[in-house]
């Protein structure tokens, strides 16, 4: 009875402080780094403060605060924490796979904050990741931008909730293969992924007339017009076409590519993002012209027969033509090195290191619609940014620290063993997720009950 009472007590605890728990802001000033902004060169032996978890000035010889921590960086590189534009972490199932549109449904909702591959994105430097709906459907869920605040106690402290929505949309063989071949759906070929599409955004602007007739009639007197019903899955549609969502699209041919490209236009579409874009080095002119970029692998490609062709020179050839380009991973192991993956577009193109830094940093922020927050060191930005011990580019880079909004959420010298930390009595539920171990004996009770007694006697 004992056990139960001080568990009862640990969780009442736990609920007060999700009923009022707001996103930790820090403060700290850098001594002595060389400073990479990714917008405007390299500041060699500089300091940076920031407040309150915004970059309140870059300089030299700068004081910090009373109360403000500072670290010296002397010999060290400071650069903006690496934003991944396509990744899957922190997520459970990624596809909806009942319809070929599925839009209204929200990665947002089912985000983990506690998954251990936070940490370790953390641990590669990663501050930000676009947490993205499966390719299985034409016109997928919407999903969801993540600030690596990891184990953070309200889920919703991990989305980065200024960040402008996005939707994931599939061309090709993903959609066609879980519609047309299984369940015998509209689309079983290429032609029926772009007629789904167009037949969306077609049935969305009906949706949307229909909308406007009545709101226009409801304004007169004694109108007993009856509203549409309301479809969430239309609007989204409506929304993406008013161009309130940025579409994010899996893609890998050419000519499918071009093909979304010509639909854009149609609709007036201009929010849009190619991901994986195998094959966009066939049109990155019109990449450029058209669309917010493309989001691609440093070297990956030939896994499945349409995604055979490709090359390593796809980034260099995407920048070289205006395409706004990035490097991700979409897959949780190498979102842990993606600094490496954006150095070796200086093997592959001779990119500087300006240009490759760009990939992994503010391109992906122009992407995702948060440049204007993060992507880059600079004064009133937030302070998501990561110490390494050599330059980013060097293969022997190591992160040391990695900050969000600057908390440091990663030290190689104090998370020395992996994910594990030391429990803390001002955050209850962490020591509960932390580990492997602790989390696959969430089912053994009497753990459960030793924790949150052992809790709940450091709390009180």
């Not at 060169?41 to 010889?61: F, R, Y």
């Not at 909702?109 to 709906?133: C, K, Q, W």
């Not at 889920?155 to 061309?171: E, G, H, N, S, V």
């Not at 007169?220 to 409506?238: C, F, I, S, W």
Request: proline share 3%; hydrophobic share 40%; with cysteine.
């Amino acid at each position: 009875m004992k056990k139960q009472s001080y568990f009862l007590a640990a969780l009442l605890g736990l609920s007060i402080q999700i009923a009022t728990a707001q996103v930790k802001k820090g403060s700290v000033l850098i001594k002595n780094a060389t400073v990479i902004t990714a917008t405007k060169g390299t500041l060699e032996n500089s300091d940076l403060l920031v407040q309150d978890g915004i970059i309140k000035q870059i300089g030299k010889n700068l004081n910090a605060p009373s109360g403000v921590q500072t670290i010296d960086a002397t010999g060290k590189f400071l650069m903006p924490g690496i934003i991944d534009a396509h990744s899957h972490v922190g997520l459970d199932v990624v596809n909806e796979a009942t319809a070929p549109i599925t839009s209204e449904v929200r990665m947002k909702d089912m985000v983990n904050p506690f998954e251990v591959g936070i940490y370790r994105a953390l641990a590669g430097g990663v501050t930000v990741s676009h947490a993205m709906h499966g390719s299985a459907n034409v016109i997928g869920g919407q999903n969801a931008t993540l600030k690596h605040r990891w184990g953070s106690i309200d889920p919703q402290d991990i989305i980065m909730q200024d960040a402008p929505r996005t939707i994931k949309f599939a061309l090709g063989e993903n959609p066609t293969r879980v519609h047309g071949r299984g369940a015998g759906i509209q689309p079983r070929s290429r032609m029926g992924v772009e007629a789904v599409i167009r037949n969306g955004f077609n049935e969305a602007l009906q949706y949307k007339k229909a909308w406007a007739d009545y709101n226009a009639k409801a304004s007169g007197k004694g109108n007993t017009t009856v509203a549409p019903e309301y479809d969430e899955r239309l609007q989204t549609l409506v929304d993406i076409l008013d161009g309130k969502i940025i579409i994010h699209c899996h893609s890998y041919r050419a000519d499918e590519i071009y093909m979304l490209i010509n639909v854009a236009k149609d609709f007036n579409i201009t929010k849009l993002v190619f991901q994986h874009t195998n094959e966009g080095f066939k049109v990155a002119p019109e990449i450029a012209k058209y669309t917010m970029g493309a989001s691609v692998f440093a070297d990956w490609w030939a896994y499945k027969m349409e995604v055979y062709y490709s090359t390593a020179f796809n980034a260099a050839i995407l920048t070289a033509n205006g395409a706004i380009t990035s490097i991700n991973s979409d897959d949780a192991e190498l979102i842990r090195h993606l600094y490496h993956e954006a150095a070796k577009t200086q093997r592959y193109g001779g990119m500087t290191d300006d240009q490759a830094i760009a990939l992994i940093t503010i391109n992906p922020a122009k992407q995702l619609g948060i440049d204007d927050k993060v992507g880059s060191l600079e004064v009133g930005k937030q302070a998501d940014m990561v110490i390494f011990d050599n330059h980013p580019l060097s293969v022997y880079a190591v992160p040391l620290m990695t900050f969000v909004d600057g908390v440091k959420y990663f030290d190689i010298k104090e998370n020395a063993d992996d994910q594990r930390l030391k429990i803390s009595a001002t955050e209850m539920v962490e020591p509960i997720f932390l580990s492997g171990e602790a989390h696959r004996c969430m089912q053994d009770t009497e753990f459960l009950f030793e924790t949150t007694e052992s809790l709940f006697n450091q709390k009180h």
